[in-house]
């Protein structure tokens, strides 16, 4: 069992930058995957980045890339998004995931899920 706790969401200006924290506890390993995920009103969760706990592996979604950076506080069990140059589209509930097993771009691969913290870009 995997709990995972978001933070850091907020009202934003278009330009600025957010941080977003995923607090893990529970049964987490260096090997594990973890990911980043987006949800906007009326529309399907979205993948935004996937990366292995232990570190050597990240992937972003190309809408994006260059913009998001994922790090992590192994003392804290914490990962964090760095989120800059954010735009209007950007507005979203933002989730942290672990993955179980599957795509590692799709929701259904993540058994657990954090609750979600939102993110408002204002234009």
């Known amino acids: 069992q995997v709990r995972l706790v978001e933070s850091g969401g907020g009202l934003v200006q278009a330009g600025g930058s957010l941080r977003l924290s995923c607090a893990a506890s529970?049964?987490?390993?260096?090997?594990?995957?973890m990911g980043w995920f987006r949800q906007a009103p009326g529309k399907e969760r979205e993948f935004v980045s996937a990366f292995r706990w232990g570190g050597g592996w990240t992937y972003y979604a190309d809408s994006v890339q260059g913009r998001f950076i994922n790090s992590r506080d192994f003392a804290k069990n914490t990962v964090y998004l760095q989120m800059n140059s954010l735009n209007y589209e950007d507005t979203a509930v933002y989730y942290c995931?672990?993955?179980?097993?599957?795509?590692?771009?799709?929701?259904?691969?993540?058994?657990?899920w954090g609750q979600g913290t939102q993110v408002t870009v204002s234009s």
């Open positions: 995931a672990a993955h179980g097993s599957g795509s590692f771009f799709q929701p259904t691969s993540y058994p657990y």
């Open positions: 529970g049964r987490t390993n260096s090997d594990g995957i």
